[in-house]
């Protein structure tokens, strides 16, 4: 886990990038004229803002990738797997433990046998 | 709570039989919080998280849509020469050792000049934790379950505790000599407080499971948090950056119409209106990287509550996360109508 981590840092770092870069691209547009002339500075930004956008597509598909294949070579799932697994036969044996009422008949039992016992002493009899 | 049996009061060796029972009684009560309050908390907390990884789910699957439909586009545009694998005409002959080795053949496109297709992703994996951690959820929901059922149940089983008590009853009658109608009353206030006792036993059999799951679960837990979260990170940015897009296009077009001197105030007005209502959309789209966080934190304070026994301070703050949780989880699902549209045409 450890190694995703330092993944997720570099992926951070990369967006983070990425957006600063978008960000004064922006900045850019903003001072300049419109124009559909593909030689001016506002269809140029705009290459560059649209390249950028794509390079932080890619970003995020790559991103959720990494995470795909850690999950892929852990043993997480199985580990959550196995605990509500885990959860899952304690509720069911609450719930058939109500439907035998073993533990309280259990103690009952225990009372009637104490007072059989008793009743089969000699010197009440 | 006397259950002396028969008029001539009970026998000095029958005291113990009080005393038992209301043993019974009294470890139900206090061998453990039995207070609803936690169990609720749990039940919450479970169904949120299931809304939660639902949310993600559902976001993986349209970006998944989405980078098919933009594989697909590109071949189309780039007039890509599709043809059919051999492994389809293999398809007519299957092996027939009924075993998966060697695996059947299945049919598939293929790129003419031998290049690989582009698979669109799948996240297939991160799909199996959220279902993993949503199985959990249900799990911790099925535990959390109020404890009326299982005192149906109970209720039904009485049965078993009718004849404990008829052997009880007639042990009794050959200790006293007593008659049996004079104790009748006094046996239905045992069969009361027993079945009182169960009931307390299931409602806190639930509470201490409940506690030693979510205790023994939590570093699970904040792995699989670690990891959709980074999920999550993913999917936000690629949500964003669509929506950024599409607003960069409307931005433009209002730019370009202003830069046009024949442009009437009805078409500006048009256009700066749809640049502000894109604005006031990509504004509404709700940061999804906070829901994971969320169902951490609220987990880690369930864990808190359990270790304390649900004291209320730490069960207060508990149910503080828990509606945090439910609060970002909300604006997610409130998001994610609107946003799946914008993601068939922005990237």
């Known amino acids: 886990m450890a190694t995703k981590v330092n993944v997720l840092g570099a992926w951070t770092q990369a967006r983070n990038t990425l957006v600063q870069n978008l960000a004064t691209t922006f900045d850019f547009l903003d001072d300049v004229p419109f124009s559909d002339d593909p030689a001016s500075d506002f269809v140029k930004g705009n290459a560059q803002a649209d390249r950028i956008q794509d390079q932080l597509r890619l970003l995020a598909l790559s991103g959720l990738k990494q995470i795909d294949d850690a999950v892929a070579s852990g043993t997480l799932v199985q580990d959550i797997s196995d605990l509500s697994k885990k959860a899952k036969a304690e509720a069911d044996r609450i719930k058939n433990a109500a439907k035998t009422v073993a533990g309280i008949t259990k103690a009952v039992d225990l009372v009637a046998g104490v007072v059989t016992k008793i009743a089969g002493l000699p010197f009440l009899k | ?347």
């Open chain 2, 1 to 347: 709570m006397s259950i002396q049996v028969g008029p001539g009061g009970i026998r000095p060796g029958l005291v113990p039989v009080s005393r038992k029972i209301a043993l019974v009684a009294m470890l139900a009560i206090t061998s453990g919080c039995i207070s609803p309050a936690f169990r609720d908390s749990v039940g919450q907390f479970g169904t949120v998280t299931k809304t939660t990884v639902t949310a993600q789910g559902q976001q993986l699957a349209a970006i998944s849509a989405t980078e098919q439909e933009r594989i697909r586009a590109q071949l189309a545009a780039n007039r890509v020469d599709l043809v059919l694998a051999p492994s389809c005409a293999e398809t007519l002959a299957p092996n027939d050792t009924g075993t998966a080795d060697p695996p059947a053949p299945v049919c598939t496109v293929a790129r003419a000049d031998g290049n690989s297709l582009t698979d669109a992703p799948r996240y297939e994996h991160i799909l199996a934790l959220g279902a993993a951690l949503s199985a959990y959820a249900d799990s911790l929901i099925a535990l959390a379950a109020d404890s009326s059922q299982d005192q149906k149940a109970f209720a039904g089983s009485l049965s078993a505790l009718a004849t404990s008590l008829g052997g009880l009853d007639g042990a009794i009658q050959r200790v006293t000599g007593g008659d049996r109608a004079a104790s009748q009353p006094q046996l239905n206030a045992v069969a009361t407080l027993v079945a009182e006792a169960g009931n307390l036993y299931f409602a806190h059999e639930r509470s201490r499971v409940l506690k030693r799951i979510i205790i023994a679960g939590d570093p699970t837990v904040q792995r699989a948090v670690d990891l959709l979260t980074g999920a999550d990170a993913g999917i936000d940015l690629y949500n964003r950056n669509a929506l950024l897009l599409h607003l960069r296009a409307t931005a433009n077009n209002a730019r370009r119409l202003a830069a046009n001197p024949g442009t009437s105030a009805t078409a500006m007005r048009a256009a700066q209106d749809a640049l502000f209502a894109e604005v006031a959309t990509y504004n509404r789209y709700a940061a999804g990287v906070q829901r994971f966080r969320a169902i951490g934190a609220a987990h880690t304070q369930l864990v808190r509550a359990a270790r304390a026994n649900a004291s209320a301070a730490d069960l207060a703050a508990a149910i503080q996360a828990i509606i945090h949780l439910a609060g970002t989880a909300h604006d997610t699902v409130t998001t994610l109508t609107p946003e799946q549209g914008s993601n068939n045409n922005g990237n």
